[in-house]
Structure formats: C-alpha cells, structure tokens
C-alpha cells in the first residue's frame, strides 16, 4: 500500500534544491504553504505529513485518522502538540545539528555589523560625508573589536557550542547558561556580567518572554543581544524600548513572534537604527544547511520505515 505523503508549506525550501528518494511506495503531495482552515483538508488522509511552521494541534490532527509520522523540516517542536501525538501513536522526529554552522556564522555576521556600525558607515558614504572629510578616514562613530568582550550564551546545544567555538576564535570570553529551570536570580547575574549575549534556547513557556524590560535594564549599556533562536524569547516591544532610550548598545535579530511580520511590528520603529540589524528567519538557511537539512528529513522518513526510527521526539 502506498503512503500518502503531505508537505504543508514546501515553500521553505528552494525549487532549486531537490530531495533524496523515498525507499518505499508513496505518493508525495506539495503545498507552497496552508493556511489554518487548509489543515483538516490537506492532512486528513495523509500517512506522513512533512511540515515546518504549520501549527499542529488536537482540533487538526483528530482528523487525521491515518497518520503515523510527523516528519519536521526543523528542529524546534513548539508548533505540534506532542502530548496528543504520545497519546495516540503518531510519531515525530525533527531535525538535529544540520543548522550548527551556518546559525553560528549568521550570529556573528550579526554582531559583527553592529560592533563595526557597518550600517551607519555604509549611510554616511551613501550621504557623502567620507567625501567632505579631510583626511583619509572618519572617525565619527564608534566602533568596537570582539576581542577580549564576554559573550554569554543562552542555550548549551550544537548551535550554542558551535558559537562559542567561534567566540574562542576571536579571543571572546564565553559563558553559558542553560534556560532549563532557570531561576530569573541566576539570569540577572549572568545578564550583568556579560558583553554580549547570545540566544540558542527552545521557545517554551520558560523562555517567552526571557529577556523583557527588567533583564534589558540589567545589562551593561554597552551590551548587545542577539536572537537567531525564536522571537517571542525576547519581548519584542521592551526591545525597542531599550534601543530607543540606549539603555543597551544594540541589537541583532534574526526571528519575530509572528512570522512573516506586520507592517505594524514595533521592530520598524527601529529598523533604520545603526545599532539594529533585522532579518528574515534566514540564519538557519546556507545552501549547505539546506541541503542538509534535505537530506537528513528523507532518512528520518525512509528509517522509520525501514524499523529504525531516528530523532524521534
């Protein structure tokens, strides 16, 4: 018997990049994306839905009345009802360590265009102010090395340990912290101490909301935070708040709460900021991490299968 394969929003990978073959009868069906009223439709016969950032829950999958495995095209589970999936046998594995270097790489790229104000020097050229200079520089905005700055790390997993190898590199002082049970005492401690701080902690009700007004005010005024983990472990709208009235140094994000953004998310109040940096949800995709990524939900498919389930959560 054929299983009937369903990829929910298969938009998020490039038409450019192909997947392996499935080792079994099937029939595959894409869907650019789906919308929530789409769900119960597109899911209802499947055996093995593929899916990245479609929200999964007990009002969609109790019609899926065939469904044996949840095949995710990414690493974080926050999207899909695990408790529901446990209690009725419908299995679902993840992604593991595909993303590690390319998420490590776009946090420093990050940073880098902060601490350097590439933002603002590229404004300045573009304004012609380097041209109305008289000597061969400018010196008008400051900017600041890697070396020897403390970078703390929320999060102790392959992207955490990937950018602090990074760090080491740059001569950087690194710390970590696990979010798993978290006192905020601890937090703020840490918080302090550090130069920069670094996200790479799963989105839970433990981490919404980690770092809000309270922890913003904590660190050094001098401090800049980057998120390339989920966007509601920051409060967003503190955020602005901080850079607005400078009581941190800056800031580098790469995930919103909603995604793709409104026009109306507070993140453009500030997007024009030197010190801010903004982009779409795109650390995780290197042409490397896709096809990674391709390659390992293919054999996370066709092992269980095979009897050999992996990554299972």
């Known amino acids: 018997m054929k299983k009937n394969i369903v990829f929910l929003d298969s938009s998020t990978f490039p ?5 392996n073959k499935i080792k079994f009868p099937h029939t595959w069906k894409n869907y650019k994306t789906t919308s929530p009223s ?3 439709n597109r899911i209802k016969n499947a ?3 593929v899916n990245n950032k ?3 829950g007990p009002k969609e999958l109790i019609y899926a009345k065939k469904l044996e495995l949840i095949a995710l095209t990414a690493t974080g589970t926050n999207i899909i009802d695990l408790e529901y999936c446990h209690k009725n046998n419908i299995k679902v594995c993840n992604l593991r ?3 590690s270097t390319t998420v490590a790489e776009h946090t420093f790229a990050l940073l880098l265009i902060i601490l350097r104000q590439i933002k603002g020097l590229e404004e300045d050229i573009a304004s012609g102010l380097w041209q109305k200079q008289k000597i061969f520089t400018m010196v ?3 900017v600041f090395n890697l070396h020897g700055k ?3 790390i929320i999060g102790k997993g392959s992207i955490g340990k990937e950018v602090a190898k990074l760090a080491r590199a740059f001569n950087m002082k690194v710390e970590f912290i696990s979010a798993q049970n978290l006192k905020k005492t601890q937090l703020h401690k840490f918080l302090k101490r550090q130069d920069i701080i670094s996200l790479h902690c799963p989105l839970n009700k433990n981490t919404k909301d980690l770092i809000a007004a309270k922890e913003l005010d904590i660190m050094k005024t001098s401090s800049v935070i980057i998120n390339t983990a989920r966007g509601g472990i920051i409060n967003e709208i ?3 708040t901080a850079l607005k009235k400078k009581i941190i140094a800056g800031a580098g994000i790469d995930v919103t709460t909603a995604e793709p953004p409104k026009k109306s998310h507070p993140y453009y109040q500030i997007i024009n900021y030197s010190n801010f940096v903004w982009t779409p949800h795109t650390a995780w995709a290197s042409e490397e991490a896709l096809k990674a990524s391709m390659d390992q939900l293919i054999l996370n498919i066709n092992e269980f299968y095979l009897g050999k389930p992996r990554n299972l959560v």
Do not use: C, P, S
Not at 15 to 19: A, M
């Open 97 to 99: 360590n595909y993303a």
């Open 238 to 240: 503190d955020l602005v």
């Open 140 to 142: 008008n905005r400051r």
């Open 54 to 56: 479609v929200d999964l």
């Open 38 to 40: 789409e769900v119960i």
């Open 15 to 19: 038409d450019h990049l192909k997947f």
């Open 150 to 152: 403390k970078i703390g």
């Open 47 to 49: 055996r093995i839905i």
